[in-house]
């Protein structure tokens, strides 16, 4: 009933910059506290973002400064600007936001994932 999709990544070279989008869509009410999490091979998931549902953000001290979260709640979509961008940046990033549908039940959702390389 409710769709996660992430977009907006690929191939940078270190030093330069993606936005990721996350777009929910379906019988959605409301989006509220939103994670962005990353994989690397052979690592474990990690949260790397958060914006909570009134809008105060958190992010892990490895991107703090470089990474920005935002959201439009009128597009149901979460946003994660990447600037200054490092190898080690590279990873599957994963969207995982909180949703209530209208019939009102709320839960957590993962959309398929967008992959983000940074190399030379």
């Known amino acids: 009933q409710v769709q996660v999709v992430e977009s907006g990544g690929g191939l940078v070279q270190p030093g330069g910059s993606l936005r990721l989008s996350c777009a929910a869509s379906?019988?959605?009410?409301?989006?509220?506290?939103t994670g962005w999490h990353r994989q690397a091979p052979g690592k474990q998931r990690e949260l790397v973002a958060r914006?909570?549902?009134?809008?105060?953000?958190n992010y892990a001290d490895s991107v703090k400064g470089r990474f920005t979260i935002s959201r439009d709640n009128a597009k149901n979509t979460v946003y994660l600007q990447m600037n200054s961008l490092k190898p080690e940046d590279t990873a599957v990033y994963y969207c995982?936001?909180?949703?209530?549908?209208?019939?009102?039940?709320?839960?957590?959702?993962w959309g398929q994932g967008t992959q983000v390389t940074v190399s030379s």
């Open positions: 995982n936001p909180t949703i209530q549908l209208t019939m009102g039940s709320v839960s957590n959702y």
């Open positions: 379906g019988s959605i009410f409301s989006i509220y506290g």
């Open positions: 914006i909570s549902s009134g809008g105060s953000t």
